[in-house]
């Protein structure tokens, strides 16, 4: 029995994978990045040699949201704090070589740095914010709405280790240096429920192979989803397809039950207000062989 098949036998019930084998299933391995299109550099090989123009920015297709109802004039104060808050080197207005930025110079010390992407409302960002305040705390979320409302929630909680990037994670992929983030969290992300989008979900190798180069050895990837087929996928592409993550579940109740130090957000609320049951993955960066461990 393959390893692969071994990690078939211990997923959850009902997280089929048989359909990933099947022609266009999501997960599939891709030669070109459907989300980039054919041709363009991988995150992180877009610095020029010297000599070099600056390569120009990325074709990069988003799907969803930059924004929602108009935003309050309250709102709209609270994005003025954008200035303090975002992370330096990040935009290509000011880092257009793509070099490479250590996370923890944006909070003037050598602290741990942790990542959540797409932090929707910002209250799960904000709680380990309050609860961990040794450690900085980047969030990427591209619908400004959701941004607003996270600056809100900083000013209230009063916290200052955390960082905010207005846009796409694979902006802040380009310049993050291998083995440089402590942990990441992927929180009900966007289900892309229709199976021809499903290669829009996070959990395909665009995102999960930048994700994988920047994280530490023994980072841990929490993934929280009430998707069963997101279940499904993101098993099967960031533990079964995959060699640098072990799935630390040993039984049913470690993704039934919540995190010890887990905040219900208001995805969660609404999809137990409809039937439906959260399941929370974690994962642990392997060591690379040859390569930094943090």
Same mark, same amino acid.
């Given at each position: 029995?393959?390893?692969?098949?071994?990690?078939?036998?211990?997923?959850?019930?009902?997280?089929?994978?048989?359909?990933?084998?099947?022609?266009?299933?999501?997960?599939?391995?891709?030669?070109?990045?459907?989300?980039?299109?054919?041709?363009?550099?991988?995150?992180?090989?877009?610095?020029?040699?010297?000599?070099?123009?600056?390569?120009?920015?990325?074709?990069?297709? #988003?799907?969803?949201?930059?924004?929602?109802?108009?935003?309050?004039?309250?709102?709209?104060?609270?994005?003025?704090?954008?200035?303090?808050?975002?992370?330096?080197?990040?935009?290509?207005?000011?880092?257009?070589?793509?070099?490479?930025?250590?996370?923890?110079?944006? #909070?003037?010390?050598?602290?741990?740095?942790?990542?959540?992407?797409? #932090?929707?409302?910002?209250? !799960?960002?904000?709680?380990?914010?309050?609860?961990?305040?040794?450690?900085?705390?980047?969030?990427?979320?591209? #619908?400004?709405?959701?941004?607003?409302?996270?600056?809100?929630?900083?000013?209230?909680?009063?916290?200052?280790?955390?960082?905010?990037?207005?846009?796409?994670?694979?902006?802040?992929?380009?310049?993050?240096?291998?083995?440089?983030?402590?942990?990441?969290?992927?929180?009900?992300?966007?289900?892309?429920?229709?199976?021809? !989008?499903?290669?829009?979900?996070?959990?395909?190798?665009?995102?999960?192979?930048?994700?994988?180069?920047?994280?530490?050895?023994?980072?841990?990837?929490?993934?929280?989803?009430?998707?069963?087929?997101?279940?499904?996928?993101?098993?099967?592409?960031?533990?079964?397809?995959?060699?640098?993550?072990?799935?630390?579940?040993?039984?049913?109740?470690?993704?039934?039950?919540?995190?010890?130090?887990?905040?219900?957000?208001?995805?969660?609320?609404?999809?137990?207000?409809?039937?439906?049951?959260?399941?929370?993955?974690?994962?642990?960066?392997?060591?690379?062989?040859?390569?930094?461990?943090?």
């Amino acid at each position: 029995m393959s390893e692969a098949d071994a990690r078939r036998k211990r997923l959850p019930a009902g997280a089929d994978t048989s359909r990933a084998a099947e022609g266009g299933a999501a997960g599939a391995p891709v030669s070109a990045s459907p989300e980039t299109g054919e041709g363009n550099d991988a995150p992180g090989d877009m610095a020029p040699a010297e000599g070099e123009v600056a390569p120009l920015r990325p074709r990069r297709n #988003f799907y969803g949201r930059r924004m929602g109802k108009r935003l309050r004039p309250s709102q709209k104060r609270y994005l003025a704090d954008l200035a303090r808050l975002a992370p330096a080197g990040v935009g290509f207005e000011d880092n257009p070589e793509r070099r490479l930025v250590d996370p923890a110079g944006w #909070f003037g010390d050598s602290r741990p740095v942790w990542l959540e992407i797409g #932090f929707g409302g910002g209250e !799960h960002m904000v709680h380990q914010a309050v609860q961990n305040p040794g450690v900085g705390i980047v969030g990427c979320e591209p #619908f400004i709405n959701g941004v607003a409302m996270l600056i809100g929630k900083i000013r209230a909680a009063g916290v200052e280790n955390v960082r905010v990037w207005p846009g796409d994670v694979r902006d802040l992929f380009d310049v993050l240096p291998d083995a440089s983030i402590d942990r990441a969290f992927l929180l009900y992300p966007d289900p892309w429920p229709k199976r021809r !989008h499903h290669k829009r979900r996070f959990v395909n190798p665009e995102f999960l192979d930048p994700l994988a180069r920047v994280l530490k050895t023994g980072a841990i990837f929490r993934v929280a989803t009430d998707i069963g087929d997101y279940v499904r996928q993101t098993l099967e592409e960031v533990w079964i397809r995959r060699r640098d993550f072990d799935w630390l579940a040993e039984g049913p109740e470690d993704w039934r039950n919540p995190w010890p130090d887990w905040i219900p957000t208001r995805y969660e609320q609404k999809a137990l207000r409809e039937g439906r049951r959260p399941h929370y993955l974690t994962f642990k960066r392997r060591a690379k062989p040859g390569g930094p461990t943090g």
